[in-house]
């Protein structure tokens, strides 16, 4: 079946079957910063934005989101070189793995709350997984990214 | 999931029509759960258009949709004022933002999962549940059912009373199941749920029918509300947490529940 998204702003008409979750089809249509993770809806990895709110990609199917706007971090460009400015200056990137994930959760932290403190910051963030860095650098980083008002 | 055919109805008739066609025919509303457990489905019916996603304040009680997101539920301040927000507090606490974006009070209730921490929250809220066929059930009959009504969950009514409210859930990371949670809520009576023992949630009415006979938290004989609950309320043991483990749990936490609400 044929469904239509938007897709960081840009109509995009893609084939699937019901079956399909989000994240294979985005995937399969080469948004590659989408990635896989646990599969199973609990490390956070695979998240996008749906109208502006982050869901898990792996556990939404695609027919779902006709008439929807699907963001992925391409879709925050400006943004996402902000976070990983910061990220980069704080030493809060290893392997990379989990960066468009977590920049989009922590886009989505500054729409919502740019005033968030720390229990805030790590309540919104504690779906995210990160398998390398422990998370201190990280929430340094996403706090000097919160207070940048540029 | 291996899905034959996705169908979003924007009529509740609809929907409960499809549902009856046959027995591999499946309601999906956050679809987080349906993801682990459902393997396969001819037509998997969605609920999104159905306009079962508000909030609505009313006199007397608060009306939540059944396609409501935890989240939402979460921020909504109407909900933090009932009971000390422990419905509010209880889903802050579920997985991530990205899962509470998606799940649904009305998958959470409909699922009966033996781990939920809402369930808990809603008995001593005393929620009614209103269905598209049954029409309005008191949540206490409806865990007492044998098994959960092929219906359609259109709404969930919590009555506005001036309780206070805590709510406690006991788990190893913030992503895991409780071990045992823990909900009070008291106005002119106490009301006590123990969750996830491992067993579902479930009122502990003799212990509170005791409870309700004391004035004050320093009236409290403890070692008869121990001898009370530990008869009423059964534990067991799992990878989380042995009976024994959980049985002192539960009675610390009501301990300091009672202390709080008292
Ligand atoms: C990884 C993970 C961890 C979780 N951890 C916790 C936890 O620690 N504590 C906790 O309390 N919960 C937890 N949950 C459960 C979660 O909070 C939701 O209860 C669960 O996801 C179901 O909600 P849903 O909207 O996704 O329902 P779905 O998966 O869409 O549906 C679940 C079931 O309910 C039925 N259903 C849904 N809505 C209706 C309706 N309106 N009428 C009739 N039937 C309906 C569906 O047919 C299906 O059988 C967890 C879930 C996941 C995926
Ligand atoms: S891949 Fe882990 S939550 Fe989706
Ligand atoms: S930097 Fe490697 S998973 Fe986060």
Request: charge should be neutral.
């Amino acid at each position: 079946m044929k469904i239509d998204v938007v897709v960081n702003g840009k109509k995009r008409e893609f084939l699937i079957e019901p079956s399909e979750y989000l994240l294979d089809v985005l995937r399969r249509y080469d948004y590659s910063s989408v990635r896989r993770g646990c599969d199973n809806i609990s490390c956070g990895v695979c998240t996008v934005l749906l109208d502006g709110k982050p869901i898990p990609s792996c556990s939404m199917l695609a027919v779902r989101c006709v008439g929807h706007e699907v963001t992925t971090v391409e879709g925050i460009e400006k943004e996402a070189e902000k976070i990983a400015h910061y990220f980069g200056e704080l030493g809060a990137d290893q392997c990379g793995y989990c960066n468009p994930s977590m920049a989009l959760t922590v886009y989505a932290l500054k729409k919502e709350n740019r005033e968030a403190n720390d229990e805030e910051i790590k309540k919104y963030l504690v779906g995210n997984l990160c398998r390398c860095t422990g998370y201190v650098a990280q929430h340094e980083a996403i706090k000097k990214y919160l207070g940048d008002e540029s | 999931m291996d899905i034959k055919e996705y169908i979003a109805p924007e009529k509740k008739e609809e929907a409960v029509a499809l549902m009856k066609e046959s027995l591999n025919n499946k309601f999906i509303a956050g679809g987080a759960w349906s993801k682990i457990s459902i393997k396969k489905v001819d037509k998997l019916i969605g609920l999104e258009n159905l306009g079962l996603c508000y909030i609505n304040s009313h006199k007397n009680n608060l009306e939540i949709g059944a396609m409501t997101t935890l989240r939402e539920i979460e921020i909504n301040e109407d909900i933090k004022k009932i009971a000390s927000g422990i419905l509010s507090e209880a889903c802050s606490q579920i997985m991530g933002i990205s899962v509470r974006n998606i799940a649904t009070i009305g998958g959470s209730i409909m699922g009966r999962y033996a781990f939920s921490d809402l369930l808990g929250c809603l008995l001593v809220l005393e929620a009614k549940l209103n269905f598209y066929s049954l029409g309005e059930i008191d949540i206490n009959d409806f865990m007492a059912m044998k098994k959960v009504p092929d219906d359609l969950l259109i709404s969930v009514v919590i009555p506005k009373k001036e309780k206070k409210g805590y709510f406690h859930k006991v788990s190893k990371t913030h992503l895991d199941f409780a071990t045992l949670n823990i909900t009070v809520a008291k106005d002119s009576k106490v009301m006590v749920a123990i969750g996830s023992r491992p067993g579902i949630a479930k009122l502990a009415l003799n212990t509170c029918e005791y409870l309700n006979t004391v004035n004050s938290f320093n009236e409290i004989d403890f070692g008869n509300v121990e001898k009370l609950i530990e008869d009423e309320i059964t534990l067991g043991s799992n990878m989380r947490g042995s009976k024994e483990y959980r049985s002192l749990l539960m009675i610390t936490y009501l301990k300091r529940a009672l202390r709080e609400v008292m």
